[in-house]
């Protein structure tokens, strides 16, 4: 217990820094929870963003504020992958993400104009959408068709019943962060996807990485300086990318590779 240390504060108050804070939203990955990130949330957090998640109507369980617990429909990672390679069960379930998302922004709205403790303190017409695996497409597909959104980022994801997504590309900012997983080559369907962005659009790889190195607490659970080393990178991208396009705040991190962060063994702006 005397190393156990908490970044997180319950009940604490809005810093009155700025009047208002732009609003990011993450998507989790297909039965992953809301807080499958949260090193990567408080981050941004520390640097004036409101970020929200919620469970999604497939993970294992939720705990709602008052205690109450709902068993979830979750499955085992291998049967994930084979319930979301079939087309009409990927669909069904993207449009269910989808319409979760939906009612976020509305709740965010609603707690802007309300008595929470956002209240006032939401910029609530720029909003940042990211997405981790089979959330990555919701969170695209979400920006994409929803106004309040302005840039979206995808971690490692694919895009299982993304159909109109991958049809008529994104007009809007665009960062895809991938692992190496299967080698230091870009995803053939992540590129087809890429090369239907026309400006505003970034793509990384970062080396030594696998599918789960982008959620599961791999800061926490498997402290090596690997997986320290991954994650301070990923958090220096995700920074410099919303700061760019939901703060107009450059740091200039994005125009081409850096020397800081060696783990980017691939890297292509439009």
């Known amino acids: 217990m005397t190393r ?3 970044h997180s504060l319950p009940s604490a108050n809005i810093s009155t820094d700025q009047p208002k804070y732009p609003m990011i939203i993450y998507v989790p990955g297909y039965s992953g929870t809301r807080s499958e990130n949260q090193e990567k949330f408080e981050d ?26 709902l068993h979830g429909s979750s499955v085992y990672a291998g049967e994930t992958s084979a319930m979301l390679s079939n087309s ?46 089979f959330g990555g497409g919701v969170a695209a ?9 302005r840039a979206v980022v995808v971690i490692d994801a694919g895009a299982q019943g993304a159909d109109e997504l991958l049809r008529v590309g994104l007009q809007k900012p665009f960062l895809g962060m ?3 997983e299967n080698g230091n080559t870009p995803d053939v369907n992540a590129t087809s996807f890429f090369n239907k962005l026309t400006q505003d659009a970034f793509w990384i790889l970062i080396s030594k990485t696998v599918h789960s ?32 396009y939901l703060k107009g705040q450059d740091d200039h991190l994005l125009d081409g590779p850096s020397t800081n962060f060696p783990r980017i063994v691939y890297f292509q702006k439009k």
């Open 44 to 69: 941004l957090a520390s640097h004036g963003y409101i970020v929200a998640s919620a469970d999604h109507w497939e993970v294992y369980g939720t705990v709602f504020p008052d205690g109450r617990y």
């Open 141 to 149: 597909e979400m920006c994409r068709t929803n106004e309040q959104c």
């Open 4 to 6: 156990f240390v908490a």
């Open 213 to 244: 190195s982008f959620a599961y607490g791999y800061e926490t659970t498997e402290p090596s300086a690997v997986n320290r080393e991954a994650q301070v990178t990923m958090k220096a991208y995700l920074l410099s990318f919303f700061d760019k």
């Open 178 to 180: 991938y692992g190496t």
């Open 88 to 133: 009409n069960f990927a669909a069904k379930a993207f449009s269910r993400r989808m319409q979760d998302v939906r009612i976020m922004l509305a709740d965010l709205d609603r707690a802007h104009a309300g008595e929470s403790v956002l209240a006032g303190c939401i910029d609530t017409n720029n909003v940042g959408l990211m997405g981790f695996s």
